[in-house]
T-cell receptor
Framework: DQQVKQNSPSLSVQEGRISILNCDYT??????FLWYKKYPAEGPTFLIS?????DKNEDGRFTVFLNKSAKHLSLHIVPSQPGDSAVYFC???????????FGQGTRLTINP | NAGVMQNPRHLVRRRGQEARLRCSPM?????VYWYRQLPEEGLKFMVY????????ESGMPKERFSAEFPKEGPSILRIQQVVRGDSAAYFC???????????FGPGTRLTVT
């Protein structure tokens, strides 16, 4: 059972424009959500997180939005830069539990 | 401050051999997590350990797989009698406290021939 889903395997965006990556989840017990970025042959790197008590969290060019009623979150990157080209993973957890449940990932390509 | 270290980075084993994957957490981190990533899939939780204790092994296959995090030395993920389906990238993460942000190592890519 795929509790965290990223339905777009890939996304291509022009440099300077906004990148929007989406993630859906099914487990209503999840209350903490994270985005990780992964380059080839490297481990995932933490980007930004959000607790279920918030609906938005911003850090520089990265903003995560959470819609609890729709069980949906999104990551906005603006403006997109070539170095943002990577695979992005959405992850979720239940606070108090330590394991992260990951989506399948979305490969983002930023075109010059 | 060195990050999470994993070795080897690449490991090739024949079917039936044993694979040992090592993970040294970040300095000051006493919580270690192992995840497995099959091709074209996301990372799947395997096991969570604290020093000398297995806290959650709900993602570990029931047979052939074991993990430890001794008082001294790295955490070890051990796979006995490997099969082709064990071929994957194995990632270790560490955190300073339970539920804290997890920092990932570069992974060990296991290939079973």
């Amino acid at each position: 059972d795929q509790q965290v889903k990223q339905n777009s395997p890939s996304l291509s965006v022009q440099e300077g424009r906004i990148s929007i990556l989406n993630c859906d989840y099914t487990n209503s017990m999840f209350d903490y959500f994270l985005w990780y970025k992964k380059y080839p042959a490297e481990g995932p790197t933490f980007l930004i997180s959000i607790s279920s008590i918030k609906d938005k969290n911003e850090d520089g060019r990265f903003t995560v939005f959470l819609n609890k009623s729709a069980k949906h979150l999104s990551l906005h990157i603006v403006p997109s830069q070539p170095g943002d080209s990577a695979v992005y993973f959405c992850a979720a957890s239940v606070q108090g539990a330590q394991k992260l449940v990951f989506g399948q990932g979305t490969r983002l390509t930023i075109n010059p | 401050n060195a990050g999470v270290m994993q070795n080897p980075r690449h490991l090739v084993r024949r079917r039936g051999q044993e694979a040992r994957l090592r993970c040294s957490p970040m300095k000051g981190h006493s919580h270690v997590y192992w995840y497995r990533q099959l091709p074209e899939e996301g990372l799947k939780f395997m096991v969570y350990l604290q020093k000398e204790n297995i806290i959650d092994e709900s993602g570990m296959p029931k047979e052939r797989f074991s993990a430890e995090f001794p008082k001294e030395g790295p955490s070890i993920l051990r796979i006995q009698q490997v099969v082709r389906g064990d071929s994957a990238a194995y990632f270790c993460a560490s955190s300073p406290d339970p539920g804290g942000e997890q920092y990932f190592g570069p992974g060990t890519r296991l290939t079973v021939t």
